[in-house]
């Protein structure tokens, strides 16, 4: 049975850190392409960040771009999102997501066509 648990969720103010983490269990990773959409309040599910299977391409949507930073470990079963200079459009629940692809297309928008997902974890940057 696919899994992914997410955690690192919290408050924090502006200009503050936070680090994401997925772990998955159930699927082997390396098969796999692994990143993050959130869905803030309101507002339609987006992409955020997303890593290939073999660990050679990142993408990240222009919002984030020079402040998060995705990694992964396979061996660890996980992503991690390491998140800088945090705004407060970045509040928003965030979602660990697998797609059995070798590219990073799936994650440009709002993810519809993937269907392994966790649970989500809220992020609210406030003072």
């Known amino acids: 049975q696919f899994q992914l648990v997410e955690s690192g969720g919290g408050l924090v103010q502006p200009g503050g850190s936070l680090r994401l983490s997925c772990v998955a269990s159930g699927f082997d990773l390396d098969y796999f392409a692994l990143g993050w959409f959130r869905q803030a309040p309101g507002k339609p599910r987006e992409g955020v960040s997303c890593?290939?299977?073999?660990?050679?391409?990142?993408w990240y949507s222009d919002s984030v771009k020079g402040r998060f930073t995705i990694s992964r470990d396979n061996a660890k079963a996980t992503v991690i999102l390491q998140m800088n200079s945090l705004k407060r459009e970045d509040t928003a629940v965030y979602y660990c997501?697998?797609?059995?692809?070798?590219?990073?297309?799936?994650?440009?928008?709002?993810?519809?066509?993937?269907?392994?997902w966790g649970q989500g974890t809220l992020v609210t940057v406030s003072s």
């Open positions: 890593i290939t299977s073999t660990n050679t391409t990142s």
């Open positions: 997501a697998a797609d059995p692809a070798p590219h990073c297309s799936n994650y440009h928008y709002d993810g519809r066509y993937l269907t392994i």
